[in-house]
């Protein structure tokens, strides 16, 4: 049997470009939001924080993704009696779960940062804070920018697990293709060339901003 795409709406598979790069969109930047303050949590002197941030990272990471997302999506409305749309309960859970994988790695570009910064900007009378947000994370996140943009890529192919919460996401559309043409090949390959185009766009783009932040120093 040979190929034919002529069964395939382009226009339906297509729209679910917009669906899973709004989702990787905000996933993304809510997970470095969060990652950050997580990550300011795992250094902190004040061990219950400490404590708090380690047992957050270890339940996000020690879990399947996949039954998060279905938690989030299938049981909350059971305990709430909020019915969470299918999008906003994937967007919910990838952040939590990325912020867990964020913040090892900002973590990680913290503690890379000479402790004769942090120690200088201190006994200058700089505030915690201040020296956090204008000296110490932009250091750090200029040295982790190729893992940042390694997770957002991730992000991006896993985001085709919300199609079993029925998000209307690429793979969604792809599997309501399927069933209605009982043609497999086309639709799949499809989606792959899509998701294998935009994985290499966002590489290009965080090559880019790396190259610019070098040059910079």
Do not use: C
């Amino acid at each position: 049997m040979g190929l034919d795409f002529s069964q395939i709406n382009f226009g339906f598979i297509l729209g679910g470009v917009l669906v899973t790069l709004e989702f990787t969109v905000l996933s993304t930047i809510f997970g470095f939001i969060l990652g950050t303050l997580l990550s300011i949590i795992k250094i902190s002197k004040f061990a219950p924080l400490r404590w708090f941030g380690i047992a957050y990272t270890s339940v996000f990471r020690g879990t399947p993704l996949l039954v998060q997302v279905s938690l989030a999506y299938f049981a909350v409305p059971q305990l709430t009696g909020y019915d969470i749309p299918a999008l906003q309960a994937g967007i919910i859970t990838f952040s939590l779960n990325s912020a867990a994988y964020v913040s090892e790695v900002i973590r990680a570009g913290i503690l890379a940062v000479p402790a004769g910064q942090r120690d200088a900007a201190l006994s200058l009378g700089v505030p915690y804070g201040k020296m956090m947000r204008d000296i110490i994370l932009p250091q750090a996140v200029k040295n982790i920018l190729p893992a940042l943009v390694n997770e957002s890529v991730a992000l991006l192919k896993d985001s085709s697990l919300v199609s079993v919460i029925t998000a209307n996401d690429l793979m969604r559309r792809a599997q309501i293709t399927m069933s209605n043409t009982y043609r497999y090949f086309e639709p799949l390959i499809l989606i792959a060339a899509i998701y294998y185009v935009i994985v290499i766009f966002l590489s290009w783009i965080g090559s880019r901003l790396e190259r610019r932040l070098r040059q910079s120093d």
